[in-house]
């Protein structure tokens, strides 16, 4: 089969055109798909002045109560005021391949529980975007993905949990200290069993739990790839794919 099919993604106009079906309008579903941005500790990029500047936060904590978001406040007191005297400001963030989006407006310097925090209304509408070329596919039992990471001139090796073109997840048992959210890590070599080596770099994005609700069994790296060369991703592609083909066979 031609490798070339499975590079096929939408077109720009396509995306556009598709997202109005991602959009979440109902209070309750806004309310769980924000909790899960902060439970995950996902990094959510913040666009102001008209979307020529940006930082770095994360949801602190939702008030339901006082229908209020409060968000992480920036270390340049200089972006803060120019976040805070816009009209509007466009948050995103990705949490395991879903894309979220969502705009506030009217941000106000707060103090919550001791720190300095960013706090706005909860948005009324939230776009929340899983397409195909995203999706991230759990290995199967018995199937052993590794990745190589580099740092400080030593090399370790863990093992993947999910994977997909757009990211990975990883464990970590021992909860290593340079997995900060933000971290990127350059030249990381990832192995997929019969599929070959490549390859890539990495910026983690979250950590969760490998047992949930229990910190202490280690935790789980979420990553994206940043600049992933177009062999790598046509590698990845056909992994996916041979796994999947492999769960229709088990269904039938």
């Not at 060369?229 to 046509?234: G, K, M, T, W």
Request: net charge neutral.
């Amino acid at each position: 089969m031609n490798d070339d099919i499975f590079k096929i993604k939408p077109s720009k106009s396509a995306e556009i055109e598709d997202d109005s079906k991602y959009i979440i309008n109902a209070h309750n579903e806004i309310m769980q798909k924000l909790r899960m941005l902060q439970k995950s500790k996902c990094l959510i990029t913040a666009y102001f002045d008209d979307d020529k500047q940006s930082m770095l936060t994360a949801i602190i904590d939702i008030l339901p109560a006082k229908n209020m978001l409060l968000l992480d406040y920036g270390p340049d007191e200089a972006d803060n005021k120019a976040l805070m005297s816009g009209a509007m400001v466009t948050l995103k963030s990705q949490l395991a391949g879903v894309t979220a989006r969502f705009s506030v407006r009217n941000v106000k310097k707060a103090r919550y529980q001791g720190q300095t925090v960013f706090a706005c209304k909860v948005p009324d509408s939230l776009l929340w975007v899983q397409r195909r070329d995203t999706y991230r596919i759990k290995l199967p039992m018995g199937l052993h993905a590794f990745c190589l990471i580099h740092d400080d001139h030593k090399a370790r090796r863990f093992e993947v949990h999910d994977i997909s073109v757009g990211g990975m997840a990883f464990d970590d048992p021992d909860m290593d200290q340079m997995f900060a959210l933000g971290s990127v890590f350059e030249k990381c070599e990832i192995t997929l069993p019969e599929f070959g080596t490549g390859t890539v770099a990495l910026e983690v994005r979250n950590h969760l739990p490998i047992v949930p609700g229990n910190d202490a069994k280690g935790r789980r790296i979420g990553c994206v790839f940043v600049d992933l060369r177009s062999d790598v991703d046509a590698m990845i592609q056909r992994f996916i794919h041979s796994i999947e083909t492999q769960h229709k066979k088990l269904e039938h």
